[in-house]
């Protein structure tokens, strides 16, 4: 884990990443254990299959949502709709103000 997060600091910082992290630890202690604890290296290809027979939620979980986004955009495609970056950035900022305020009210309802 130490190792890893030397090289990729997302992986002590953020708690989505843990299960990634954990799941990529245990292949290089598998590694380890069958080259007698000499020096091992995983390739990207090796950790992506990897993760795939590992299922850690947030790799089940990011999967899930690139497909929705994918339908989604096939969709909008096939009906004519189109959008720009700038236009998804300010309908994301929209609805984040909207739901900061929703759960400021509710937090001050109940308190």
Known sequence: ?????VTNPQFLNSARARPVAASIG???MQKM??????PVTIAREEAI???FKDKPPILVNTVEIKIREL???HEAKKHG???TPEEVAAKTAESMAMARQSLHMA????G
Request: charged residues 15%; glycine residues 4%; positive net charge.
């Open 1 to 5: 884990m130490a190792q890893l997060a």
């Open 26 to 28: 245990a292949l290089l």
């Open 33 to 38: 254990a069958k080259s007698n604890g000499k």
């Open 49 to 51: 299959d990897w993760l």
């Open 71 to 73: 339908v989604v955009k």
């Open 81 to 83: 709709v189109s959008y």
């Open 107 to 110: 937090s001050t309802m109940s």
